[in-house]
């Protein structure tokens, strides 16, 4: 698997993506009624963003500057019209926090995973006059992961998971939708993020922005044999000992944790 490699600059303004849902994403999403001005219950912090909580998330771990995050989201100018929306594209996004305009960087550092929440994002915050969208920006946000945050078993597998005759231990995150398992001799394109033991990542595939593609029988023993176990569709964790992984003979030693979603099972 390739190494990480530093993601380019981001505008705010991502680039379209195909839609993998199967029920077609929706053309526009509309403006909510106070997209004109933050209502009287929205907290204003410091810098002058507002913002205000839709559905709350779990838990306490807010993302950091330096984190990448997954989320969905729609943009609105103050008359209501949409300039941008995940949501319309039909799939999440992931880029750094510190990549994006200051407000929405700011108002992401706030937000826990699950929640959803609205930000109005005064021109100083956003783009400064100096291209479009101008203006007050307003943004619906659903932060739904953090994929550079390490899990809270990476230190070893908990009482659910299951283990292989290996030595190898997975636990289904979410279920595939069936159908074939990958073949040794075949190739797969999947996501995934690496982390050794002590929580630190190593690689990802989210945080270069890009699904990677290769043979089954071409990556370290653990992957190929959990791959095989694995549908189209479905995210697993892998906790691989270090016999099934690089054996102690080049880094990252020990055993290795992954997440792995399972996009296309090739030929």
Same mark, same amino acid.
């Given at each position: 698997?390739?190494?990480?490699?530093?993601?380019?600059?981001?505008?705010?303004?991502?680039?379209?993506?195909?839609?993998?849902?199967?029920?077609?994403?929706?053309?526009?999403?509309?403006?909510?009624?106070?997209?004109?001005?933050?209502?009287?219950? !929205?907290?204003?912090?410091?810098?002058?963003?507002?913002?205000?909580?839709?559905?709350?998330?779990?838990?306490?771990?807010?993302?950091?500057?330096?984190?990448?995050?997954?989320?969905?989201?729609?943009?609105?100018?103050?008359?209501?019209?949409?300039?941008?929306?995940?949501?319309?594209?039909?799939?999440?996004?992931?880029?750094?926090?510190?990549?994006?305009?200051?407000?929405?960087?700011?108002?992401?550092?706030?937000?826990?995973?699950?929640?959803?929440?609205?930000?109005?994002?005064?021109?100083?915050?956003?783009?400064?006059?100096?291209?479009?969208?101008?203006?007050?920006?307003?943004?619906?946000?659903?932060?739904?992961?953090?994929?550079?945050?390490?899990?809270?078993?990476?230190?070893?597998?908990?009482?659910?998971?299951?283990?292989? !005759?290996?030595?190898?231990?997975?636990?289904?995150?979410?279920?595939?939708?069936?159908?074939?398992?990958?073949?040794?001799?075949?190739?797969?394109?999947?996501?995934?993020?690496?982390?050794?033991?002590?929580?630190?990542?190593?690689?990802?595939?989210?945080?270069?922005?890009?699904?990677?593609?290769?043979?089954?029988?071409?990556?370290?023993?653990?992957?190929?044999?959990?791959?095989?176990?694995?549908?189209?569709?479905?995210?697993?964790?892998?906790?691989?000992?270090?016999?099934?992984?690089?054996?102690?003979?080049?880094?990252?030693?020990?055993?290795?944790?992954?997440?792995?979603?399972?996009?296309?099972?090739?030929?």
């Amino acid at each position: 698997m390739a190494g990480m490699r530093i993601l380019p600059a981001l505008v705010f303004v991502l680039a379209a993506a195909a839609a993998s849902a199967q029920t077609a994403p929706p053309a526009t999403v509309a403006a909510p009624p106070d997209v004109a001005a933050p209502p009287a219950n !929205a907290t204003k912090t410091a810098s002058g963003l507002a913002t205000r909580v839709l559905s709350p998330g779990k838990g306490t771990d807010h993302p950091a500057k330096e984190d990448v995050v997954t989320i969905q989201y729609t943009g609105w100018k103050a008359d209501g019209t949409m300039f941008d929306s995940s949501v319309t594209r039909g799939k999440p996004s992931s880029f750094p926090v510190n990549r994006v305009i200051a407000g929405f960087s700011e108002g992401l550092q706030l937000m826990v995973p699950g929640e959803k929440r609205r930000l109005w994002i005064p021109e100083s915050l956003a783009y400064k006059g100096a291209r479009e969208p101008k203006g007050m920006l307003v943004f619906d946000i659903e932060l739904l992961d953090i994929p550079t945050r390490a899990p809270a078993d990476v230190k070893a597998p908990p009482a659910d998971a299951k283990k292989t !005759a290996s030595g190898l231990a997975y636990k289904v995150l979410q279920q595939g939708v069936g159908g074939r398992h990958p073949r040794p001799s075949g190739e797969v394109t999947v996501n995934y993020t690496g982390w050794t033991t002590d929580g630190k990542m190593f690689d990802s595939s989210v945080v270069r922005g890009q699904p990677a593609t290769f043979a089954v029988d071409g990556v370290i023993p653990g992957w190929t044999e959990g791959l095989q176990l694995m549908f189209e569709g479905e995210k697993t964790r892998f906790w691989i000992p270090e016999k099934l992984a690089y054996k102690g003979q080049s880094a990252p030693y020990g055993m290795l944790v992954f997440d792995v979603e399972l996009i296309k099972v090739g030929q």
